[in-house]
Each structure stands twice: as C-alpha cells, then as structure tokens.
C-alpha cells in the first residue's frame, strides 16, 4: 500500500505520518491548544482495588475518560480533523462501534467547523441511544449501518445487526464520491496509532515522577489496535533501544479474538473489499461479530503494526470472555469509584489476573493498564449484567472456518 492508494481518503498530512520512516513528529500547535484542555491524562495508583485484593502488586491505572467525549479517540480526532480543515474539506464521514469514536470526530469536527457523518454499527445503534445522542449534541449526523443510503448498506437485509467492517464501507463509499469529503479512520492505520502514542509517552514520565522504574507489565485492551498501542508502543520502545525488560499483553474478546485465533496474512479492513489489502491478524472480513457490549473490541482485523509486533514475539495476547470483563468491571467501579467502558474492563480482568498472580507469587510487580473510557454510557450493559440477562458467547471453529473461507488468497 503506497501514498496513492490513500490519497482518496485522507488529507496528504495523515498520508505521509502513515508511510513516514520518522521517530517522532511534530504535533501542531492548533492540535496542541485542544490537547491542553484535558491532557495530561491522569496515571492513578488503584490503591483501593490493590488492598481488596490483597495484592503487593503496584497497579496504575492510566485514565483517558477524562477526555471531552470521555475515550482516548479525542487524541486522534482532533489531528484528523484539523488536517482535513487545511485542505477546505467539508465534511468528514467515517464508522463506529459503541460510539466512543463517533463522539470524538463530532467533537473534533465542530472545533474547526466541519460536518460529521456517521455510520454505527447497528447492534450498538439499537442497544446505545445515549451513544448516538452525544453524537447528535456535538453536532453529528448519525446512521444506522447497514443503512439503504449506500450499495455497500443496501447488500444486507435492514435488521442486520451490522459490523464495523460494513459501517467502514458505507463511509469510505460515500466519502469517495465528494471532491468535498474525506473518510476519517478511528484505529488500525499507522497515522492513528501514531496519534495516541501521547498516552504511553505521558505514562512513561508519571511513571518517573512515582519513583517507578520500568513496569512488569503493561496491558490494554485490543479492537483495531489504537488504544493498545497508543498506550504499549513507547514501552516497547524502551524494550527495544534501552533494554527494559516489560511484558505487553493485549486483551481481546473471546467472541471476537482476533489475534489469538486469527491468521496472519492480507485482508480487507473493510466488507465490501474497497479499502487496499493490508497483513494483519484477520478473522476474514465477511466475519460478523456476536453483539457483545463492547462494541470497540468487535473488529475483524488488527493494526498491521501491532500484527507485527506480535508476529515478531513483541507482544502477548489473550482472550477473555464478557462475564468475567463485567465482573471486574464492577468490582473497580466498587473500590476505584470509576465505572470502566466495557472494552476498558478487559484489561482491567486481565490486570486482575495478573495481580492475582503476583498475591500468590509474593512479589511487587508493577503493573500499567490502559483505561481507554468511562462507561456512564455503558450502563444498560451493565444493568444487563447485573441482572444476570448477559451470557459469553465465545466464538466456534465452523463460524471461525466459515469467515476465514473468505479471506483473498495472496
């Protein structure tokens, strides 16, 4: 995939941060002045949750819901939209899952006086209101996906509960037709990953500030990739340049587990097969997800780049079933005081393990997970939960074999 094939889409800007061979680069100072109303975000000692389970391990807990739209999307958003604005782009239409990403770009969109369009997934069209409301507020418009607004919609019956892989095809279709519009991407792509690496980079100096060397292990939850590597990447770096010894643990879905039962080889990032080929861990791009709550993780591929990194051993991954997420979930909001997303809350289980793991090895380590959002939008899943109405609903080899089938052979 070279510039050309992105050129549709995105601005040059974002073109060149996806194929640049640079360490760092330069964040702008429009960017920065909306940075500066919420960043940094705060690295908190979940030192409660460590007392209720008796753990010696060190837990931090870096919280990005402290955001305008209440996720980590904002740190990618704003860029995006802000080197769309340069170029007298219009509009901007892009997907989303749950809605946390929705929320972002219609936030971005109306600091630099651009439209949002979006189309959500339609299992969390149905199940979040409130989602596609804050859309609304910030001036979005929204759309349930599939829709019969476009031929890429038009190919499902309309009660398809939709993917994100049909939702990103019902975007990228519409914003290549308009010399006006351009397709805005929420994860996966190199550019985007690179935007939220202000996460891990902030981690790194709190860290400092704590009187903590390199952590034991730093863990996220993993959908497209975004948030974990935002978080993850600046860790790996010092593993790679300075040695330091952490262990990077990406959690996902068991019902959409891309990385631990997916394969390793080209595929669509979207349904309709309109975006270029890219090599990553895929479940097959017809795949369609079960509707679990956490609707960030219920993606078929993952960022080429984090693919690589576990390809290469980098990076660990796991796949942890929805109930025990909630349960965490719930358990953290009790001692912590905040209520997690519930893509949040895998990592939040996996961290849980991992302290576990330390009460009974008797050592100190410490350990860094992301906490992407907050989950007071989330709280019909966790009524759901609560009143025992949620199930895991992990995936099947014939429906794994079945999707894989239709992955182009290259």
Known sequence: MGPEDLAPLFPIELIMQEVTTERYVDIPEPVLEVYRQYR??????????EKKLGTPAHIYVKYEGVSPAGSHKVNTAVPQVYYNSLHGIRRLTTETGAGQWGTALAYASALFGVECEVWQVGASFDTKPQRRTLIEVFGGTVHRSPSQLTESGKA????????????????????????????????????VLLHQTVI???????????????????????????????????????????????????????????????????DFGDTAGM???????????????????????????????????VHEGLIDAVALEQLECFEVGVEFARTQGIVPAPESAHALAQARREALEAKEAGDERVIVVGLSGHGLLELGAY????????????????ALAASLAGVPAV
């Open 200 to 266: 891990g980079e902030e981690a790194l100096l709190q860290l400092a500030k704590a009187g903590e060397g390199a952590p034991d292990v730093v863990i996220g939850c993993a959908g497209g990739g975004s948030n974990f590597a935002g978080l993850s990447f600046p860790f790996l770096r010092e593993n790679l340049v300075n040695g330091a010894g952490t262990r990077i643990v990406a959690v996902e879905p068991a019902s959409c587990p891309t990385i631990t039962r997916g394969e390793y080889r080209y």
């Open 275 to 309: 975006t270029p080929l890219m090599k990553m861990y895929t479940l097959g791009h017809d795949f369609v997800p079960s509707p679990i709550h956490a609707g960030g993780l219920r993606y078929h591929g993952m960022a080429p780049l984090v693919s690589h990194a």
């Open 156 to 191: 499902f019956p309309a009660d398809h509960p939709g993917s994100l892989g049909i939702a990103i095809s019902e975007a990228v279709e519409v914003a290549a037709q308009a010399d006006d519009t351009k397709y805005a991407l929420g994860s996966v792509l190199n550019h």
């Open 40 to 49: 940094s975000s705060p690295l908190i000692r979940a030192r409660a949750w």
């Open 383 to 398: 009524e759901s939960y609560l009143a025992g109405h949620l199930t895991d609903d992990a995936l099947s080899e014939d």
